[in-house]
């Protein structure tokens, strides 16, 4: 899927905007998340909107030197680290 990462300086923290074409979404685009099993029978905006948004996730838990994917919990919620 195509994305644009983009961060912006706010309040001493950073924001961290990922744009992203949902027409250039692929299944294939799932394969790197731990979790892309459970992703599997959700529909096609869903998934594009879970992938931009771990993308996110990613690119701001860097910050705090964190390298890893927010997991998917019991109610779909993000687990974060």
Known sequence: MKTTHTSLPFAGHTLHFVEFDPASFREQDLLWL???????????????????????????????????VPAIGELRQPVWP
């Open 34 to 68: 731990p979790h892309y099993a459970q992703l599997q029978h959700a529909g096609r905006k869903r998934k594009t909107e879970h992938l931009a948004g771990r993308i996110a996730a990613i690119y701001a838990l860097r910050e705090y030197g964190y390298k890893c």
